[in-house]
């Protein structure tokens, strides 16, 4: 890294956010929605950029320097409002999904909740958005298959299992031991 560029601030070793932004958006993650909106009402507000920032200092010890840090905290905040609002479209059509297709078609279900919030953030043009909405399904899929995994693995276990007693038993015939290994192993 060249030595006239700025470092990236990181967080402290307590894992505090260091920079007066992220401390910011910790706390707002926190706050009641009631909280929440007046900031959203002050923020939209005609005061200005120095009112707001004193506020902010006054209130919660978080020091902004310059009026830019006010306009990130107003994007920043749109932008998590829009997220809340998509993960909400997402409850929403998976609750009518699976009205309209049941329990037995969970995996449709996924396919079609997932393929309308990928149009949506797409045509928002938020790409963050898709990309988290990519990793929530290919995570999501790692876990079903991870399940039929371990069915497989249980079913085998259990035929395993049967096959030993039918070898310990002492009251089949030979070829009755066969037959049966045949059925639990599906051989013809």
Known sequence: ????????????????????????????????????????????????????????????????????????????????????????????????FLKEFGTDNLDLVREKVLKRSYARTTAARDIELALATVRHDVSAKRVTIDERKLALLEKKAAAIDQARATIASMELTEEQKQQRMRELFGII
């Open 1 to 96: 890294m060249p030595a006239n560029l700025p470092r990236k601030p990181t967080g402290t070793k307590s894992g505090q956010p260091e920079t007066p932004m992220q401390r910011m958006k910790a706390l707002w993650r926190k706050m009641p929605e009631a909280e929440q909106d007046y900031w959203r009402e002050q923020l939209s507000s005609s005061r200005t950029s120095a009112e707001l920032r004193a506020e902010i200092r006054n209130r919660y010890q978080i020091q902004f320097n310059g009026d830019c840090r006010i306009s990130q905290l107003r994007c920043w905040i749109a932008d998590q409002d829009w997220r809340d609002a998509e993960a909400e479209h997402m409850r929403e059509d998976e609750d009518r």
